[in-house]
């Protein structure tokens, strides 16, 4: 026997039929039937594992995600719903129902002196008196118009909108237990832009007045009136901000903004505290109707004019003859006083056709800027409104101007403020 049979070792194969299905060998020494390599492919398990590896990635990516949201959302709900019940429980009398009480009380306590006013125009008289034309000309016709006004005082006495009864022929107020009244015009202050009427009933419930000098901006504020005819309407707000001027070229006003919604037909009408005390009458909106600013004039300003008026006592005011500008911004100023930007002063930017008006009398012209009235420093054409407004008719005042690149001083004396003029 060759050396290459006796190296052969001393296995048998079984035959495939016997093998089984791995196919197996069998150990003629031992007798031992041997399995032969297990034959799997290592890349299979490879694969494997990838699909698992790749699979946990992506239930990471998307169930854990969606499983801290839900259970986000689960704390969340827990919360909102551990406050509803706690509100719930709480809200039997709370800060909302003493609010609500607050503002029925406040509601109570003005009503009464609130009144509505209707006025009436003779279009035909009008319209003669300012364009002058022929009667046949024109076609004969009433206008009306509606405002809002507050009871100051027991004997009859109606503070409202100068605005509101302007040109009218014909006075009526309805007070709140439905009198309908005529009322006569004791006196108007057409630069405040308020009228003082005149009605003659008894028991009448006037307003307490409020100092709007110490009214916090943020505080509370009630507005009522008569928007578009709705008489005695009650809206709410806060003090938006107080000293707000040049609004509709009224720079001598300092009115206080809120917003509570003001409409056409609140004019005249009172803003009033959380005491039911009148801070301000109500007078000017933004734009045609409410776009949530609103103004009033301070209680303070209001109660001097009615004060003036019911007295008899009204001081004719100061009368300069024009219309002022802002001084525009980085406009040099006179090199004689200073080469720094002109800051402040009040441009005239028209003058009153008048022969009688003060200031074309003192010789000042369109462009001029006042710097000084008297002893007094001119920061803008609202100062010097009220500087105009406050000097006696008929004193003689010493006005600094800054015309061109020279400094002119004029001697002015003060005339008195017609109806239609302001400054």
């Known amino acids: 026997m060759s050396s290459s049979e006796f190296d052969r070792p001393n296995r048998v194969a079984i035959p495939s039929e016997f093998a089984g299905p791995r196919g197996l060998d069998a150990d003629l020494d031992t007798g031992t039937v041997v399995a032969p390599p297990s034959g799997r492919n290592p890349s299979v398990s490879i694969a494997t594992l990838l699909t698992l590896f790749i699979t946990a990635l992506l239930a990471v990516r998307f169930l854990v995600p969606s499983l801290i949201e839900e259970y986000q959302f689960r704390l969340v709900r827990g919360q909102q719903r551990g406050l509803h019940d706690a509100a719930k429980r709480n809200l039997t009398r709370g800060p909302i129902d003493q609010l609500s009480d607050t503002s029925r009380l406040v509601t109570q306590r003005i009503s009464p002196s609130v009144v509505h006013i209707d006025t009436q125009r003779n279009f035909l008289q009008q319209q003669v008196r300012k364009a002058k034309l022929p009667l046949n ?110 609004l509709s070229g009224q720079d001598f006003q300092h009115f206080l903004q809120s917003d509570a919604a003001v409409s056409p037909g609140n004019s005249g009408g009172p803003l009033v505290d959380e005491w039911g005390r009148v801070v301000g009458i109500n007078t000017a909106i933004v734009g045609p109707t409410y776009q949530g600013v609103s103004f009033a004039i301070p209680s303070r300003e209001a109660r001097e004019v009615y004060e003036k008026l019911a007295v008899e006592e009204a001081l004719p005011q100061g009368w300069l003859g024009v219309q002022l500008a802002v001084v525009e911004s980085g406009q040099p100023r006179i090199k004689a006083v200073s080469p ?59 006005v600094t101007v800054c015309r061109g690149e020279t400094i002119t001083r004029l001697r002015v004396t003060v005339g008195e403020r017609p109806l239609q003029f302001t400054n």
Do not use: Y
């Open 137 to 246: 000309q024109l076609e004969p016709r009433e206008t009306s118009a509606q405002g809002a006004g507050v009871i100051v005082h027991e004997r009859g006495h109606i503070l409202t909108n100068f605005h509101v009864v302007a040109g009218a022929d014909s006075i009526n107020v309805t007070t709140s237990d439905d009198r309908r009244l005529p009322a006569t015009v004791v006196g108007v202050d057409t630069h405040m832009d308020l009228a003082l009427l005149q009605v003659e009933a008894h028991d009448l419930i006037a307003a307490d007045w409020g100092d709007s000098d110490t009214l916090a901006e943020g505080s509370l504020v009630w507005a009522i009136g008569s928007p578009f005819g709705l008489s005695r309407s009650v809206t709410f707000g806060v003090l938006s901000a107080k000293g707000r001027g040049g």
């Open 340 to 398: 720094a930007p002109l800051a402040g002063g009040a441009k005239v930017k028209a003058i009153v056709d008048t022969e009688s008006c003060p200031a074309r009398v003192a010789g000042l012209t369109p462009g001029d800027i006042i710097t000084r009235w008297n002893e007094h420093e001119v920061d803008s054409p609202s100062t010097l409104s009220q500087l105009i407004a406050q000097s006696s008719v008929g004193t003689t005042v010493d």
